[in-house]
């Protein structure tokens, strides 16, 4: 009877001690802030393209929208063609250019253009196929474009501006640098020259 008695108590003290102790609530645990993982660019700033070749999206032969951005750090050649033209045998020259600097960072961005002459008649398949058959070019080749007049490419808007002037002919070139910046032009009877500028731009 005496050892329930002593249970009895300390079973007492025990009940005390813990109604003492208890908190009256408990507050729930702040949440953890989550981690930014590998693909959130919301922290990423934008790159500026202002004034860059970059800036622009133009439509492949199929259609769909291409940035240009994608050749960003690249030394680009544009050109703007025609499969008709006296020029036209230049695409010899500008494949054997792609193939020797391609792989330095070097690419030819063709804008096949119907406004001299009608020399570039065709859709994007007669004229993509044309140029493959008879020249057997590599390079990017994109979806005919205006360079002049009302309904002219925004990108030869910019390129224009850069270094100023009516597109006189097929086979115009603009050449731009690693920073997607025009640094020459070249009419289509200048060929002479035009390597050597494209080497010197993948020196720098």
């Known amino acids: 009877m005496k050892k329930i008695r002593i249970l009895a108590i300390a079973l007492m003290v025990l009940t005390a001690f813990y109604a003492c102790t208890k908190p009256d609530s408990i507050e729930p645990t702040p949440p953890v802030p989550e981690e930014p993982v590998a693909n959130d660019t919301s922290t990423v700033p934008e790159e500026d393209f202002t004034d860059k070749i970059y800036q622009f999206k133009v439509l492949a032969g199929n259609g769909d929208s291409v940035s240009l951005a994608q050749y960003k750090d690249m030394v680009i050649l544009v050109v703007n063609s025609a499969t008709q033209c006296g020029y036209t045998p230049q695409y010899t020259q500008l494949e054997q250019w792609y193939q020797d600097y391609k792989d330095r960072g070097f690419v030819i961005l063709d804008f096949p253009c119907n406004q001299f002459g009608g020399q570039a008649p065709g859709d994007y398949d007669d004229i993509h ?76």
């Open 129 to 204: 196929n044309y140029c493959t058959d008879h020249y057997n070019i590599t390079f990017p080749q994109f979806a005919k474009i205006n360079v002049n007049g009302a309904n002219e490419s925004p990108l030869y808007t910019w390129l224009k501006s850069k270094k100023p002037g009516k597109i006189q002919w097929n086979f115009t070139k603009f050449l731009l640098n690693r920073n997607g910046e025009v640094v020459e032009r070249f009419e289509p009877n200048n060929m002479g020259n035009v390597e050597a500028k494209i080497e010197a731009e993948l020196e720098k």
